[in-house]
């Protein structure tokens, strides 16, 4: 697993000079394909530069995970065919529920993930608080993050849950992994 490398042109990033991160990120997919593992890549704002490089260097047959997934649906048949997985978070919430519900429904059930980025993305609807501090988010909210998503894509949660589970086993158990080879 290679974790977690991206692109940011957010103003979470402002600052931090773009070409450099163009320039690291490379290098850090490249050897994510070479040692065959799955990349987990952020990226925010900077999708056309992602696509491009991803054409490059791809395709990913091990896998790439864009964690908390906020793309626009028209990139999503062109990641996917480069290899990847779209993970979804509470990140999608505050999203108007047509824009969410285009995004998730574009991609392949066989590439659907779910996640948490806590401490980031407390879901609209958290379940559980970290104590002292009601503005964290914690892993056990992505029952959240399931209960939206389906909802979204008019699944049940428990075939969202199984569906999700088994992707996730597909890409984790790579050679090397403790997660047994599927
Ligand atoms: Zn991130």
């Known amino acids: 697993m290679y974790f977690q490398i991206g692109l940011d042109k957010s103003p979470l990033a402002k600052g931090v000079d773009f070409g450099e ?3 690291v990120f490379k290098k850090q997919l490249q050897l994510a394909k070479d040692l065959k593992r799955p990349a987990s890549v952020h990226c ?3 999708f ?11 395709p990913f047959p091990a896998g790439v995970i864009l964690h908390s997934f906020q793309g626009s649906p028209e990139v999503v048949p062109q990641l996917t065919k480069l290899g990847s997985y ?17 995004i998730v429904k574009a991609v ?12 980031d993305a407390l879901p609209t609807n958290p379940i559980f608080f970290v104590p002292g501090n009601a503005t964290l988010n914690q892993p056990a909210n992505v ?3 399931l209960t939206y998503v389906a909802s979204l894509l008019e ?10 589970y088994k992707n996730a086993l597909g ?12």
Request: aromatic share 6%.
């Open 21 to 23: 991160q163009v320039e």
């Open 44 to 46: 925010l704002d900077a």
């Open 48 to 58: 056309p530069e992602l696509l491009q490089i991803m054409k490059e260097i791809g």
């Open 86 to 102: 779209f993970s979804f978070s509470g990140h999608l919430m505050p999203l108007k529920e047509d824009k969410a519900r285009k």
């Open 108 to 119: 392949p059930l066989d590439r659907i993930l779910l996640e948490t980025d806590a401490p």
């Open 143 to 145: 029952h959240s993050v």
């Open 155 to 164: 699944l049940s949660k428990e075939e969202l849950a199984d569906i999700s």
């Open 171 to 182: 890409v984790f158990s790579f050679q090397g992994s403790k997660i047994p080879l599927k």
